[in-house]
């Protein structure tokens, strides 16, 4: 069980909005670290989605954006399209474990 | 532009050694972490370590220390993952990335299928 808890699935139909919550502690998100967000299409690489909490990548849609409240995180997409299908992964650092974290991914099912 | 390439998948048997690579290009080798990553079938992101190449400065995970090795060789900007006796466990994708703040970007990914 990771010491990030993100909810197993999630699903939207097209054009809605979803939010993916990812829940650390005092030791990874509530101490300031950085969290950055993946999504992994299927069959593919991890790619970064998200970084620093809110920040995008040259690339990545503003449908996709992301919020900090405590020692929680969550990615919101918006306008749900098909091609968002995908697991999305949040990661940070945790300064108990020494080392980086990994949520242990949620899967975002279009229907 | 930036990338890392890793090398094509293996099939290797209980108790063979495996050497994976991770070739970067588009940024300077040595001043970035290089970071390794285990997805075993179906499952989520499990991070095994990083490199520093400039000078071989390794961290492990507690879940993979003693396990596998890492290792770097600046004069072909390569970074790799060793494993000297294999187990069926380690059957998985093994992904490696640059690491600034964030990881970023990814490898393909290497498939190491361990089968008697």
């Known amino acids: 069980q990771s010491v990030l808890t993100q909810p197993p699935s999630v699903s939207g139909a097209p054009g809605q909005t979803v939010t993916i919550s990812c829940t650390g502690s005092s030791s990874n998100i509530g101490a300031g670290y950085g969290v950055h967000w993946y999504q992994q299409l299927p069959g593919t690489a991890p790619k970064l989605l998200i970084y620093?909490?809110?920040n995008r990548p040259s690339g990545v849609p503003d449908r996709f954006s992301g919020s900090k409240s405590g020692t929680s995180v969550s990615l919101a997409i918006t306008g749900l399209q098909a091609e968002d299908e995908a697991d999305y992964y949040c990661?940070?650092?945790?300064?108990?474990?020494?080392?980086?974290?990994f949520g242990g991914g949620t899967t975002l099912t279009v229907l | 532009e930036v990338q890392v390439v890793q090398s094509g998948a293996e099939v290797k048997k209980p108790g063979e050694s495996l050497k994976i690579s991770c070739k970067a290009s588009?940024?300077?080798?040595?001043?970035?972490?290089i970071g390794w990553f285990r997805q075993m079938p179906g499952k989520g992101l499990e991070w095994m370590g990083i490199i520093y190449p400039a000078d071989s400065t390794t961290r492990y995970s507690p879940s993979f220390q003693g396990h596998v090795t890492m290792s770097a060789d600046r004069s072909v900007t390569t970074a790799y993952l060793y494993w000297s006796s294999l187990r069926a466990s380690d059957t998985a994708i093994y992904y490696c990335a640059r690491k600034g703040d964030w990881f970023d970007p990814w490898g393909q990914g290497t498939l190491v299928t361990v089968s008697s």
């Open positions: 588009g940024f300077s080798f040595t001043t970035y972490w």
């Open positions: 990661q940070t650092f945790d300064t108990n474990q020494s080392g980086v974290l």
């Open positions: 620093d909490t809110n």
